[in-house]
């Protein structure tokens, strides 16, 4: 029995004693044989069948439950902004600024948006540049450099005053 390796499940369902595959020498390449196991019985067979069927079964019911309260996240979060009194008072992102780094040092700059030429402009150091909303998105949702917008101003539109920042 120095060759084979028994296995049993709980179940209690015990597994056939399989000898272990040997290794088969190749002159360019040492490579083990195919580890599969020589014979399955019916009841070893039967067991694999059911445990996969059920965790087949529990991970589409997860993914069933997962997708209901995404859809009712989705609705809570679109009837939010549809009440009428929030609409009274329209307001428009004015700046974001952003932080690059770890929380205890790093680097930040703004981006201010210029209402009278209708540009994004990006204030990092001494440089003042035009940027686009894509630039701006990419680099200050997360992930990008480690970079992550951490304040949004907003104006009240009408309260909106064209001022020239450039």
């Known amino acids: 029995m120095a060759n084979e390796v028994c296995c ?4 209690d369902v015990e597994m056939t ?7 088969k020498e190749n ?9 599969a196991p020589r014979q399955v019985s019916d009841n070893e067979l039967q ?7 059920r965790w087949r079964t529990e ?10 309260k995404i859809s009712k996240l989705e609705a809570m979060k679109n009837s939010m902004y ?3 009194t929030l609409k ?14 770890q929380a205890a040092a790093g680097h930040y700059w703004a981006y201010i948006y210029d ?34 917008a951490y304040c949004l101003m907003y104006v009240q539109q009408s309260n909106m005053e064209p001022c020239k920042l450039s």
């Open 8 to 11: 049993s499940l709980s179940t």
């Open 115 to 148: 209402s009278m030429n209708e540009k994004w402009l990006k204030f990092n150091d001494i440089a003042v540049t035009c940027t686009s909303w894509d630039d701006l998105v990419k680099e200050s949702v997360g992930g990008y450099h480690n970079a992550s």
């Open 17 to 23: 004693a399989i000898p272990s595959t040997p290794v």
């Open 59 to 68: 991970v589409e019911q997860d993914v069933k439950e997962l997708q209901e």
């Open 82 to 84: 549809s009440d009428e």
């Open 88 to 101: 009274q008072y329209p307001y428009q992102l004015h700046a974001v600024l952003v932080h690059e780094g």
């Open 47 to 53: 067991v694999l069948q059911e445990c996969l069927h």
């Open 27 to 35: 002159k360019d390449i040492n490579c083990i044989s195919d580890p």
